[in-house]
């Protein structure tokens, strides 16, 4: 059956420059298998799949796979589905407001022209890391203990250990190498800019998928979230502020956290770049 697909640009400042997400839109009566080996084949970050709602008041459903995992939540497939859906012909029941359904319950997105932004979902785990996991993601990033200023962890769905540094120019001179410490691991790097910058804070993200080696995301909306919710309610930012992502890989990702209604909203452009059809 041929079903709608489409490759989505999310938090680029100009497309093609942030991280690609494959959307299939149509995707009932599709078994766990089905998803599973499209997401592997997809050979993207994450892929995800489009449901219709099972919940009031969500305009639709979605399953998101990396390629290994299915997650509960994750930024760029938030806003990339949300855009795909647009694209699409999608119409919200709220104007101005999309709201999806997934693991982590429901998750507005607000649509402002070319910016999305998502209301960043509460943290299912926070507060300092053990020493145990901080000693080994410091030997995994080969950074020196003194220029880590604070870890956190950073869980909402993705569970992200969170390592501030002392400056963005650390951040972009790491070289992670994790083969002494295999298993899975989320690690996300902040590090300040200086105030002169068109940023405020630089960060990186890097993954393992099962016995795969260490990689790096282009720009990951879930690391953004949770880092704003430490970074503001530590008193370490203000918001609004700028960050950027993927600056080591060639890439231009600019994610955008504002604070609005007592919620942290993460925010960056997405882009339908490939769309036609997916037989599954």
Known sequence: ?????????????????????????????????????????SNLSECTFVLPPSTPGADYRV????????????????????????????????????????????????VDGDLLAFAAPPRIRSGPVDADTLTAVTAILGVEREKVVDAE???????????????????????????????????GVI????????????????????????????????????AAQWLLSSGRASAPYLAAQGTAMGRRGRIHIATEDDRIWVGGRADVVLSGTAAL
């Open 1 to 41: 059956m041929n079903r709608r697909f489409c490759q989505v640009d999310v938090f680029g400042e100009d497309s093609c420059t942030g991280n690609p997400l494959a959307v299939v839109l149509d995707a009932e009566n599709l078994d766990d298998e089905a998803l599973r080996r499209f997401a592997v084949w």
């Open 63 to 110: 399953r998101i796979f990396s390629l290994n995992t299915e997650l509960p939540f994750a930024g760029h497939p938030t806003l990339g589905t949300a855009r795909a859906w647009l694209d699409a012909g999608g119409s919200p029941a709220t104007p101005g407001v999309v709201v999806q359904e997934c693991g982590a319950g429901l998750i507005p997105v607000r």
């Open 153 to 187: 962890w950073l869980d909402n769905g993705p569970g992200w250990v969170g390592l501030l540094l002392d400056s963005a120019h650390t951040v972009l001179e790491l070289h992670p190498d994790a083969s002494a410490h295999p298993g899975r691991w989320d690690i």
């Open 191 to 226: 590090g300040p800019h200086s105030s002169e910058a068109e940023t405020r804070f630089e960060l990186r993200a890097f993954f393992t998928e099962g016995a795969e080696p260490l990689r790096e995301d282009p720009v990951t909306g879930s690391l953004n979230a949770a």
